[in-house]
């Protein structure tokens, strides 16, 4: 196994034909979660590819595993036991109304694991990436110790740890996630931040919460990245998204790649969105893609973005994209108009 | 019951999956009608909103009646029997085709009923306002009458009444519509109208037909909803939309309202459009909610327009969006890409 | 066109799902009506079958012609024009819940058609074998006497005319129905008289109302299957189905033709239903190919009873079975268990 | 209010076409529990019945309220607020695999609300009956304290108290369960008691445990039914379903009511089983629409079984059938093959 | 029977619920393939259409013949044989992700096929116009020839032969399409060449190959129609779609004929796509209806524009619209903002 | 890897809602063949499973091996490449009419496979059990080489070999595949002889053909089992499953194992049947788990019977059962009614 990702699936639960959860009577169902859809991603572009989470014993579970397994995930080390999958509901928005999320992830089987299941000499045994978001230690303070341990691990056998910081204001507060991120970035190698990332997660002032002109905060994002690096020296790598939101239908999607100081930089995908979900997990897998297979910083991060708008072409959370795909949707000519 | 809406209640069949009519084999199932749409928009904002119709003692009536109290109308003064309910089929239009729409409501339970069978004392007892649309009066010549019977019972009994003009050329021609309006109009506090109704309903001109550019004749809309409060002086506000309408999938909406002398006008909401049906009835509830909580002119035109435009984003008649919602669609930074 | 069968065509809407009309919110669509799901078998079974009614000039009379197309009914001397397509709601039952059924047929295209209409020596012109039910001068009085003008053409012609009593206590009660039959059955050749049809359509006692004992009842059929022949000597052929039903999904299926004098009789099928409707039909159809064909009595009825217990076997109105697969069903050893 | 029942209710999520969770990808969704379908039974039958649980102030708990009210329910007296609705996935068996549940109800809105939430001489104004099941006290201590308090209300109210006992291995233990149990039988006029319910709730042994013999074993039931309004002297009156399930395709039903010291039993029914979940619920309904008529002992049984049988039949946890099917059951001739 | 369209029919499956193929459990079935569709469309247009192919003797090749039969097509000289039907799987593009499609299409009745199956003299009987397209002869060598020799008798008959060269670079090579072609162009009266088939199929260079600009490569296009007309003057007529295509959502469409040494040009339509699939058929029925009813040359071009434009809003391969609707689709105003 | 099975993989096509392929219009979707089922049930049981087949470079091929995956098989030894994947597609029988099944599997990427490109030596390192059907051989003449040459690398390397007999009568006549078993089975260890194979594939008589009362022949199978154990001395262990089928629907099912001269049998299961496909795979799976788990000759065969009647409650063709689900089903008091 080359790549562990480790965080929380969950059922996913979305109204039939467009509707409303108050007017649907049926659900499609996904099993998805940020880390799991990054390590379908690297199975997919041909990785030898782990995940880590804990299952409950029934057929939510094992209908969990059984996605991953279908896509190519290895999921030997998948802890099984607790009370329940958490869910979600998944409510896509159009025109005037925003796409809503009701969660129900509240006592699930990672939420309420112990500290002590996760064994890490064997569950990072062979590892050389390991991948975590920062959604992860936000599930519980048993996960947030977890976790460090496992960083520990990792810094200490000379394991790669990526970071997308990924921060949910539904699951804590800046100031809680700030403290325990300070404690966590230290083991960082790579790291990813995006729109609120750098204020909530770290305190960095990068961007001023408004999607409809990330882009034209370039270069306020351009130091933020940065400033990463110099706080945490260990971390060389910082990749950033940056967007301008015109409509649910309708962004311009672009991305920055800093490594070992220099600046990388995409032109802007302008993008019709099928479903806005999953997109940063996506560009993690695309620019893990990129550093595993030892690509130059240029095309690792054309690489990302294009496999990250790819994704708001496909329902459900896993980026079903091929490498042939990412490599069209690249180049000029291909169906997002690629405005360079 | 603090509102009473008058009107017909169909069962609406849409093709599955896009289809048309004629490759079909299935609908989707809905409930739905100009004046019950209104009275379940009340209802959802916190209302006591009640509806009066008349349905068929079959599980088609129960399934109206069902769906109505789903959502928190009042259906205690509903009356039942007759044939059958009245349906439509629709065939959601998109690119160069039109949306298309086959009525099947002749010989409905409602169209049938006798004009005694409305006993207005207590229909209307406690009731606050009453609202119909111009689609009431054309089902029957009996219900013209029982209408009627019902408006000068509000005059009498101090209710205010509230009218959407709602011209609708397959009922009725506007040398009809003209006369019997006139009749009604006397009855009316507040007006909603919209495009043709001006001319065909109460033959006015301020709209030249032509749904591609109803904005840019702002200045022909301001001197007809003048107009109408000239002609009917009890009719002290009269509320409009103006559309551009660039395609099945695209158009603008704002809205106009004109109350006690003075101008209130909206910023224009440029939409993607999901289903264009029902986007009136939601204007009017948005109206009458901002009447009825005391909401000033502006605050009122505004909520009416992003109700309005909110109801386009939901699948069915029914407008199915929260106040906060619809307060959230107002705001600069919503979804709607709000232009001031 | 050798075979011409008149009569409604309708709108089949069915509940997805199994559920309640009360429950659901989407139905299946079929067209069907007896005298069409007659020529669509006599299509499917090879012969050049025609079909005779009024349909509307919208998507929904395009879709009903359509179907009939689409299974080889020539549809060339359908009427066009008129109101509506009748429908008909289905909702089927199970256990301990009977099928129910909720019509919509009043004020059809075929409904409100003028006697004059009917242009019989266009529409007969080369037919050598005229099908009606009693569903047709049920309809309305025009229709009941377009119908006696088409019969009276055929008798001076040489078509041949069948007859399938088909009573509808939901259309005509039996002293009108008596009436009427007493006017057409001079004319008729070949009659179907099943359950409740003798007496309900020509006051002939042979059946006591139970389906749950046709079959027990047997001696009483052959006898009012004689009377008939008796009190209309023109009549030379009748035939009837026997059933004992037990529940909605068991029930045992028999048939017996009266045929010059002689009885005819078949095994008797145990049957697992699946939609209980359009038997009758999927039953004339059968009988009129055992007669076109030339098959002997004995052939004739095993291949009807056949036909119409597969029929049993199909969603939707009409007996998408082909020849081989009744053939099948007529031998030991298929999975109707035959009892010899 | 003339009714109040009191107790959880869930989403249902059931896989789509007949497959299993493991396989499915999609869910029918529905809401149901088993006091919220007794309230929807009752509303059904034309009573002004109410339901009180706790919902989550989201659109699954809209979508629960909306349901009830759809069919009637008043759920004026419903409580708003708490983390979640509560869940539970239905795989229906068939053949020779069982229907299994999966449960997801931990941490539900309802499971975490406090005893002093509950101010019941509000909640019980006007009210006449209040009907609980034995799941509600098994949800939480804190609701097991509200609802002891409810029933303390009842009596000093003269309030007549339902108890359907309504064991559920998977929330408590027997022992618990009868100690809980035996706390509240005092406050019980008319308790329900199916299968496992004499021994796992109130220690007495009345059958074996093996479903495939219920109706078999109609002597220890009448000991059983005895014993309890010996033991619960203002118990007066005990009702029993006793079954033999063949398979789960088809079973047996019948039922037992003891009143005032007298059986009353009803013929068994002969069933086929499309979804065998509420039945009991169903039962509890229509024993007490028999009870709050005024229907005599035999006629009540009769009409509280024919409701649970037709459950059966009914897709979802709600018995969406009218009373006009209900004696349709009851009486010989109906579909469900009643043997006397 | 007017016209006869000759080639491949085929099941297109499409994943449920705008799915990819590797995550879909189902798929939407329609029956379709370019003459198919032509003919289809000729018969929505009141001609009588005539359809050529080999459908395998099974249900798959009796629904193929019922969709045709369904929409009107002669299906009276379809053969029937071979060892199964051609199908494609078709998964819709949107956002960045391109349409794609796995054809399956290899060892179908019509590809395997004997060259004397055809019996021209018959199968042409009465035919005033030929249809085919240059998937036809790539279909195989035995269809090929039989196509030849079906062109020859039409020569010597006077039916005049129309051929849209539809270029399919995965079935057959550049060079080796020209050589066939250039045996068959001399019998082709009427021609449609769009995009690559100037260069592929005819070795004339007119379009560079970049979609996303053929509108901007008008006069290109001009000289290449011309150059048909020299290299094969029995063909007097050229007709070409020419297109922007901005993403899969959004395009721009125009055409242009050449008639007898003048050129005929419809203004462009920018359309929002629903499928892009089939639009070329659609746009050759529509030339051939202006050919047949004698529309004048700019009537002709506009007519077949709008009726392309108005298959990328239907779903499926057929053109399911009606002439009003293609009518109104060519007139300013329409939803398809049409820019003279 | 424990286990490998050899064979086709398909794709199985199924029409929605019960409908018949004429008149559907969408099918569900599933990936299966007989060995893969047996692969997929192995994995379900614990084992680790592999499968050995050749699947096409194409979605369709990514979701066969997608669907193994999911379900625990490794499919690490697959080979990829050639033109298509098999399909069939399987049209659900009910009451009079029996399933049926197109199949479309000619020229699939397994049935044009080379005998070179099975790498024997490779494909079977450190299998224990190798697994094949009679279907296998019928695939092609290369294939029977292929598979022949695996048997040979079986019995030099002490590699266990279990036949299913499994003839096909599509595939191929008796006479072909008795001379072609005749060379295979002396490889053969355990072998599974059902209702025709005897005859049909080894010349042995032991059923008549009629599969309404196998297991009333149970003699005659007895004394065929130990023939073939006479004729082929390595095949120690022969298992037989027996059959009475009533109807579509109702059939009783037992089975014999015939092992080291002993024979062991099962009571009947009374089964009702969900999809009568795959029950022998999943048969033959519960035979392998039987002796690779070392249960004794009779838990083996109760084991394999009641997985194998379970799988008819499953729809698709794997068997998507747990352990827990088929020790239910074997014990008395599951709702299989057992008869002992």
Redesign the interface.
């Known amino acids: 196994m080359k790549t562990l990702t480790f965080g929380e699936m969950m059922l996913r639960?979305k109204p039939?034909?467009?509707?409303?959860?108050?007017?649907?009577?049926?659900?499609?169902?996904?099993y998805g979660g940020a880390e799991a859809n990054v390590a379908v991603s690297l199975a997919q572009l041909g990785h030898h590819s782990g995940y880590l989470t804990k299952l409950p014993n029934?057929?939510?579970g094992?209908?969990a595993i059984?996605?991953l397994?279908?896509?190519?995930v290895d999921t030997s080390r998948v802890l099984r036991g607790g009370?329940?999958?958490g869910m979600y509901?998944f409510?896509k928005?159009?025109?005037?109304?925003?796409t809503s999320v009701?969660y129900?992830r509240?006592?699930s089987s990672i939420a309420t694991a112990d500290t002590e299941e996760f064994d890490w000499p064997t569950l990072l045994d062979g590892v050389e990436v390991f991948y975590f978001s920062g959604i992860t230690p936000a599930i519980s303070k048993s996960l947030e110790l977890a976790l460090k341990a496992g960083l520990e691990y990792c810094q200490a056998n000379q394991i790669q740890v990526v970071c997308d910081l990924n921060y949910r204001g539904k699951m804590w507060q800046p100031e809680t996630a700030q403290k325990v991120m300070a404690e966590l970035m230290p083991f960082v190698d790579v790291c990813i931040a995006n729109d609120e990332d750098f204020e909530a997660m770290l305190g960095i002032k990068a961007f001023d919460g408004?999607l409809?002109h990330g882009i034209d905060q370039i270069e306020d994002f351009r130091v933020g990245m940065q400033e990463i690096t110099k706080r945490y020296p260990n971390c060389k790598t910082v990749a950033s998204v940056l967007r301008n939101?015109?409509?649910?239908?309708q962004s311009d999607w672009m991305a920055i790649l800093y490594q070992d100081g220099k600046f990388y930089e995409t032109p802007t995908?302008h993008?019709?969105?099928?479903e806005g979900v999953a997109a940063g997990d996506a560009f993690g897998a695309g620019l893990l893609h990129g550093l595993l297979s030892g690509l130059d910083g240029q095309e690792t991060i054309e690489f990302a973005i294009?496999a990250s708008?790819?994704k708001?072409?496909?329902?459900?959370d896993?980026n079903?994209?091929t490498e042939a795909?990412i490599r069209?949707?690249m180049s000029k000519?291909?169906?997002?108009?690629l405005s360079r």
């Open positions: 639960l039939l034909a467009f509707e409303r959860i108050l007017q649907t009577n049926g659900f499609e169902a996904a029934n057929p939510l094992e209908a059984g996605t397994r279908k896509f190519g009370p329940r999958l509901f409510e928005g159009n025109g005037a109304r925003s009701v129900d509240a006592g408004d409809s939101i015109h409509s649910v239908e995908h993008i019709n969105v099928m294009a708008v790819l708001l072409s496909v329902s459900g896993l079903l994209v795909e069209a949707a000519g291909s169906n997002a108009r």
